[in-house]
T-cell receptor, first 113, second 111 residues
Framework: NAGVTQTPKFRVLKTGQSMTLLCAQD?????MYWYRQDPGMGLRLIHY???????AKGEVPDGYNVSRLKKQNFLLGLESAAPSQTSVYFC????????????FGPGTRLTVL | GENVEQHPSTLSVQEGDSAVIKCTYS??????FPWYKQELGKRPQLIID?????GEKKDQRIAVTLNKTAKHFSLHITETQPEDSAVYFC??????????FGPGTRLSVLP
């Protein structure tokens, strides 16, 4: 099993460009999450999904969109990238049962110039 | 919504000493509290967790305690080793089924 994979690993964008980050999991998890990690600010939740076809906003959703068309995939989109979106993005997934912690992907380092 | 605070932000200990990291949460409905370790350039990895119906849990050199009344929980690492050096994050699972993380503690174990 690959666990949680993220594509791409690194990306550099210019301000105003768009891109999509792909997260895939093969653990049959119901829940999936997108976090961003910035120095000194921990992991902040952008959007999450509790099942195929559902999404919900997290703590810092502005400037991002998500889709969960298939249970195993969770896509994070940036429509018009801004330098403030320079960060490391982590996808995670978990079972829906109480007491099940998120399992994280390897991360995507995004730089917006 | 839930807010998780974590202290200290940095912690240096001598090899063999103990380290304690404390977190507080605001939502009394939060019911599950995992701890993660993140080494430089790597993904966060679960090291221990505790549910709200348990006061303490231990796994070899690592333990976690939970005080539901005061809404705080702590990570205890005994007999620290250089490989314990990393950033540690606490988290709380909210009623809304998502996880809110603390800002992290950078632990340095000095040989």
């Amino acid at each position: 099993n690959a666990g949680v994979t993220q594509t791409p690993k690194f990306r550099v964008l210019k301000t105003g460009q768009s891109m999509t980050l792909l997260c895939a999991q093969d653990m049959n998890h119901e829940y999936m999450y997108w976090y961003r990690q910035d120095p000194g600010m921990g992991l902040r939740l952008i959007h999450y999904s509790v099942g195929e076809g559902t999404t919900a906003k997290g703590e810092v959703p502005d400037g991002y969109n998500v889709s969960r068309l298939k249970k195993q995939n969770f896509l994070l989109g940036l429509e018009s990238a801004a330098p403030s979106q320079t960060s490391v993005y982590f996808c995670a997934s978990s079972y829906s049962l109480a007491g099940q912690s998120p399992f994280f992907g390897p991360g995507t380092r995004l730089t917006v110039l | 919504g839930e807010n998780v605070e974590q202290h200290p932000s940095t912690l240096s200990v001598q090899e063999g000493d103990s380290a304690v990291i404390k977190c507080t949460y605001s939502d009394s409905a939060s019911n599950y509290f995992p701890w993660y370790k993140q080494e430089l350039g790597k993904r966060p990895q679960l090291i221990i967790d505790i549910r709200s119906n348990v006061g303490e849990k231990k796994d070899q050199r690592i333990a976690v305690t939970l005080n539901k009344t005061a809404k705080h929980f702590s990570l205890h690492i005994t007999e620290t080793q250089p490989e314990d050096s990393a950033v540690y994050f606490c988290a709380a699972r909210t009623n809304g089924q998502n996880f809110v993380f603390g800002p992290g503690t950078r632990l340095s174990v000095l040989p």
